[in-house]
């Protein structure tokens, strides 16, 4: 993971550095590299990967806006968090789909409520599942993974490139998909909510619906709260 904070004031910098590596020291993790720019341009010539970024709305040269805009066509996966003192830009923010807004002067709890969820979703998006066959076993990404279905005692799970017949039963597989994208339905389908493309309240529907699973009376309202959150976290 690499995490980049652009802002033309020195002082902000490294206080946001300084936030930084304090989290990371209380949530007992290594922290990755920080690395600070001073302007839209100078981050947007950075050739290196880009992971989180912290971005200033008001800068010389082009504006937090062009410069988010650009990193989304590089990286559609980006996390950024916008900083600004100026509430009037946050609709045109919006265009670009952030992931949070951080107001200045920068506060640390919010910062950190907002840089925990912002690694959990990294980390759930960067996630490889092994998927043990009778033939073997093959690495996916878990946002590849579009649903997992028990037909019996045969469970398979859906991907966007097939699907392979699991030797796991479901049990083994709610325990180890990242929760806050995959829900369980119904006792025969776990669902990952990054490929829903509707629901109603017996059914969800998936990858522009080729697929479809069911989705007990019980279960609804919760999935509904968590799919809507899902939605909010993934803008």
Known sequence: MRILICDDNREIQEQL??????FFSR???PCPRIDTFNSGEELLRDPGTKDIVFLDIEMPGVSGIFTGA??????PNILILILTSYSEYLDEAMRIT???YLSKPIEKERLFRNLRDAIQTYSSSNTQLAIETKEGVKTVSACSVIYIEAVGHKVSVYTTSGCLL???RMQYWEEHVPDNCFFRTHRS??????????????????YDRKYSAYLTRRKYQEFKE???RFLEYSK
Do not use: C, T, W
Not at 70 to 75: F, S, V
């Open 189 to 206: 389908f776990i669902v990952n909510m990054k490929h829903v493309s509707a629901f109603d309240r017996s059914k969800v529907y998936l």
């Open 17 to 22: 550095a300084k936030y930084i590596e304090m």
């Open 98 to 100: 952030v992931y949070r």
């Open 27 to 29: 949530e007992g993790l």
């Open 166 to 168: 699991s030797v796991h």
């Open 70 to 75: 650009e990193l989304k066509k590089q990286n």
């Open 226 to 228: 968590r799919y809507l």
